[in-house]
């Protein structure tokens, strides 16, 4: 019994120092989303989708690529022609595929793209008031070389409803303080029956519009903070403007007039006057060829 008893209690005694408890525990399961072996749990998750909205470029790129679906979506059939390689049996689209391919082999023989043999021959026409798109055209330059201009052409047909409504929002942001109101604004003119429209046949015209919120916002921005940098903003608008489409330059020049020709004639200055001379240097610049 007395054994028995000093048995117990020594099982019973608590481990007192330079013994080892070799007592089994329990195994603690890692909480879930925390195993960096695994794919991460719902909070995990959550929480990583809250950081990327947060981040303004992130929130900037999903409304323009939700923007796109739309536009996508509004002109449907015209997103089949990407995959089957079809165009519109126009006049026009013959033109514009034709520049896609006349501006990608120019650049890849460092040529001017601004004269073509090729029309007229063998005297030759100037490209200057040709529906040529340079800008566009140096863009997709790539694409045109690797898939073909068709190709190019109905890319840019299917995002051009895309950066309309999002030219427009960014425009709208200045004076609408709800982001729905926003993105409403843009949505009723990028996808305005219109602009549609002329997307569908005349993707120059469609394409230049994008500059007329631009300028709208670039010319407000350079009122509300006079400077360097919003002064090269809207003179780079500007200039693109004129790589793109000529009759769309023309009215984004009209709107920007219409907003800084009575802030320049208000209490004028130099510091009103500088940066506004400079937006048209760098405007004039970039449009010179």
């Given at each position: 019994?007395?054994?028995?008893?000093?048995?117990?209690?020594?099982?019973?005694?608590?481990a007192t120092a330079g013994t080892l408890d070799?007592?089994?525990q329990a195994p603690v399961k890692p909480a879930a989303g925390t195993d960096r072996g695994g794919p991460p749990g719902p909070p995990a998750r959550r929480r990583w989708l809250a950081r990327t909205a947060a981040r303004p470029l992130a929130r900037h790129a999903a409304l323009l690529l939700g923007f796109i679906a739309a536009g996508v979506v509004l002109t449907w059939p015209l997103?089949?022609?990407?995959?089957d390689a079809r165009l519109p049996?126009?006049?026009?689209i013959g033109a514009y595929v034709w520049g896609?391919?006349?501006?990608a082999r120019q650049v890849t023989h460092l040529a001017n793209p601004w004269f073509t043999s090729l029309m007229a021959a063998p005297v030759g026409v100037p490209l200057?008031?040709?529906t040529l798109m340079p800008l566009p055209g140096l863009l997709l330059a790539p694409v045109t070389l690797i898939w073909g201009p068709s190709v190019s052409y109905n890319l840019l047909v299917l995002i051009t409803p895309g950066l309309l409504c999002y030219a427009m929002y960014r425009a709208a942001r200045l004076w609408v303080p709800s982001a729905i109101g926003a993105i409403a604004a843009g949505a009723f003119y990028g996808l305005s029956a219109m602009l549609t429209q002329q997307d569908w046949y005349h993707v120059n015209i469609a394409l230049g519009a994008v500059f007329l919120p631009m300028a709208l916002e670039a010319s407000v921005r350079l009122r509300r903070a006079p400077g360097r940098r919003q002064a090269?903003?809207?003179?780079l608008v500007?200039?693109?403007?004129?790589?793109t489409d000529q009759e769309s330059a023309v009215l984004a020049a009209i709107v920007t007039g219409l907003t800084l020709l009575p802030w320049l004639l208000r209490h004028p200055s130099w510091a009103k006057l500088r940066p506004a001379a400079l937006a048209v240097a760098i405007g004039a610049v970039l449009a010179s060829p």
């Open positions: 019994m007395e054994r028995a008893d000093h048995d117990r209690s020594a099982q019973a005694a608590p070799i007592t089994e997103a089949t022609n990407l995959t049996a126009t006049r026009d896609f391919w006349w501006m200057g008031f040709h090269i903003i809207l003179g500007m200039g693109t403007a004129v790589l």
